[in-house]
């Protein structure tokens, strides 16, 4: 067996485990392979052995890397989740099928217009700066609520939930709780959080889409 496919059975072994263990309150999430920066010779034994969801953080690279005859072939579903520029709107509309990165209502409004231009409905996360660090994309908490209201008052997006990146070195189970509170707050079925490091007690707050890389593939070169 493939070390990657190794890698990604030991993943679910730990889930499966952790859901069992919580008498079925916890239930099973999404993978999104997290394969930024890996070629093709690396995902495609997770896509010969049945794996759907991808990661991607840079359009360009997700548009040179995935071709849309092996999306269509497989039934592959990709995802951005990188912060995303209003200029590449259009191109990540074409792409993806979710986004995990919408901040600003300038970009809402240009991937509503590539949408209604290219016929397509993709599901997107409102990426919430739970940290308020200013290095972070990510609406500020303080002002979620008046951002999803004008998301929701004069975009025809399906906004199916909120993600998160917790601060570097921080205890991340404070901010998966802070999420799993505005979701609830806000009525989102959905929360996008939990990483290599941390995926397990991204669980127990409900998380439903866990985007992972490195315990999946290893270590990143660059």
Not at 82 to 99: C, T
Not at 173 to 200: Q, T
Request: hydrophobic share 40%; aromatic share 8%.
């Amino acid at each position: 067996m493939h070390e990657i496919i190794k890698n990604l059975e030991s993943v679910k072994h730990k889930i499966n485990e952790k859901v069992k263990l919580s008498q079925k309150t916890i239930t099973q999430p999404t993978i999104i392979a997290i394969s930024k920066t890996f070629s093709l010779d690396h995902i495609n034994p997770l896509i010969e052995a049945g794996h759907t969801h991808f990661g991607e953080n840079k359009v360009q690279e997700a548009e040179k890397k995935w071709d849309k005859i092996l999306i269509n072939k497989y039934g592959l579903k990709l995802h951005m989740v990188g912060g995303l520029q209003s200029n590449k709107a259009k191109k990540a509309v074409e792409i993806f099928d979710y986004i995990h990165s919408l901040d600003n209502l300038r970009l809402a409004q240009k991937l509503y217009l590539a949408e209604q231009e290219l016929n397509k409905n993709l599901k997107y996360f409102v990426q919430v700066n739970l940290g308020n660090e200013a290095q972070k994309s990510g609406v500020p908490k303080n002002d979620l609520k008046k951002f999803i209201e004008t998301l929701r008052k004069d975009f025809k997006l399906n906004i199916i939930g909120l993600m998160c990146l917790p601060p570097q070195n921080a205890k991340s189970e404070i901010y998966f709780k802070e999420l799993k509170e505005f979701a609830v707050k806000h009525n989102f079925e959905h929360l996008s959080m939990g990483m290599s490091h941390d995926y397990l007690a991204a669980l127990d707050f409900g998380s439903s889409f866990l985007r992972l890389g490195t315990c999946i593939f290893g270590e990143r070169k660059s």
